[in-house]
Nanobody, 123 residues
C-alpha cells in the first residue's frame, strides 16, 4: 500500500521560510513523478512543483519559481519542498502527490495523495 506522509507545515511571517517533507512508502514503481499541489480556501487545487524519478527533472509553477526548490533523498524515500520568501498568497493546504508514468499537472492525473499539511503565511 502506497502511503505519503507530509510534515513541515506551520505558521510563518511573510518573507520567511518553511521546508515541507513527504515520506513515501509502499513504492514499487520505476517511472513516476512526485511533487506538491496546494489548495487555498475557495480556490482550485493547483500544481506547485514536481520531480521526475526517471531523470530528476523538476517543474515549478510560475508563481513559485525562484522561491521554492524541490529535492529528493532516495535513500530516505523522501521529497522536500524548500519554500523561501513566502508570501501571504502562498497560504494553503499543501498535498504531496504521485503520478505513475506521467507528470504532475492537474489533480485528475494523480494516483496517490498525502493527507495535506497547512501552510499559513501572515502579512
Amino acid at each position: 500500500e502506497v502511503q505519503l506522509v507530509e510534515s513541515g507545515g506551520g505558521l510563518v511571517q511573510a518573507g520567511g521560510s518553511l521546508r515541507l517533507s513527504c515520506a513515501a512508502s509502499g513504492f514499487t514503481f520505476d517511472d513516476y513523478a512526485i511533487g506538491w499541489f496546494r489548495q487555498a480556501p475557495g480556490k482550485e487545487r493547483e500544481a506547485v512543483s514536481s520531480i521526475s524519478s526517471s531523470d530528476g527533472s523538476t517543474h515549478y509553477a510560475d508563481s513559485v519559481k525562484g522561491r521554492f526548490t524541490i529535492s529528493s533523498d532516495n535513500a530516505k524515500n523522501t521529497v522536500y519542498l524548500q519554500m523561501n520568501s513566502l508570501k501571504p498568497e502562498d497560504t494553503a493546504v499543501y498535498y504531496c502527490a504521485v503520478v505513475i508514468s506521467g507528470t504532475i499537472v492537474v489533480p485528475s492525473f494523480v494516483d496517490y495523495w498525502g493527507q495535506g499539511t497547512q501552510v499559513t503565511v501572515s502579512s
